[in-house]
T-cell receptor, first 116, second 115 residues
């Protein structure tokens, strides 16, 4: 059962335009959502996060939107740059019932290609 | 500073070898993680250490043996691996303040090839 879904395996946009990456989740116990960027053969780099008590978080060119009722979040990159080309993973987390572990669940990733 | 370091960067080993992967962080984080990532797949959690105690083992085969010598270091001991264990092994750490949201920071990974 895939609790975090990224339904678009790839996305291609022109430099300077907006990139919108989408993510859906099923577990209503998730309370914190993160986006990671990953280049081949490197570790994921933390990009931006949002708590479930917010609906928007902005950091420079990156904005994450959360729609709790739809269990949907999206990452907007404006303007997109060729260096943004990478795989973007959506991840969701929450404490387990014993409060001992804060486990991260990843989506399968979306490959973003920004064309010059 | 959100740096997690991992050594070695690349490792090639035979199925009878014993080797270790190392991970280090100096952010004062109290949770450390091992993940395995195959090509075109998301990272898969293997182990979690919380306050230097093993708190999650995701049914990982015993040929992988984690160790947390202190709050800054995490090792993964490898013995009698199979070729299908070839993957990128990622270490991560997080603050693990109970009751608060927790961001995991990843190292660059060790690319392991089992011949």
């Amino acid at each position: 059962d895939q609790q975090v879904k990224q339904n678009s395996p790839s996305l291609s946009v022109q430099e300077g335009r907006i990139s919108i990456l989408n993510c859906d989740y099923t577990n209503s116990m998730f309370d914190y959502f993160l986006w990671y960027k990953k280049y081949p053969a490197e570790g994921p780099t933390f990009l931006i996060s949002i708590s479930s008590i917010k609906d928007k978080n902005e950091d420079g060119r990156f904005t994450v939107f959360l729609n709790k009722s739809a269990k949907h979040l999206s990452l907007h990159i404006v303007p997109s740059q060729p260096g943004d080309s990478a795989v973007y993973f959506c991840a969701a987390s929450g404490w387990n019932s014993g409060g001992s572990n804060y486990k991260l669940t990843f989506g399968k990733g979306t490959l973003l290609t920004v064309n010059p | 500073d959100t740096e997690v370091t991992q050594t070695p960067k690349h490792l090639v080993m035979g199925m009878t070898n014993k080797k270790s992967l190392k991970c280090e962080q100096h952010m004062g984080h109290r949770a450390m993680y091992w993940y395995k990532q195959k090509a075109k797949k998301p990272p898969e959690l293997m182990f979690v250490y919380s306050y230097e105690k093993l708190s999650i083992n995701e049914s990982v085969p015993s040929r992988f043996s984690p160790e947390c010598p202190n709050s800054s270091l995490l090792n993964l001991h490898l013995h009698a691996l199979q070729p299908e264990d070839s993957a990128l092994y990622l270490c991560a750490s997080s603050q693990a303040d109970r009751g608060r949201t927790d961001t995991q920071y990843f190292g660059p990974g060790t690319r392991l090839t089992v011949l």
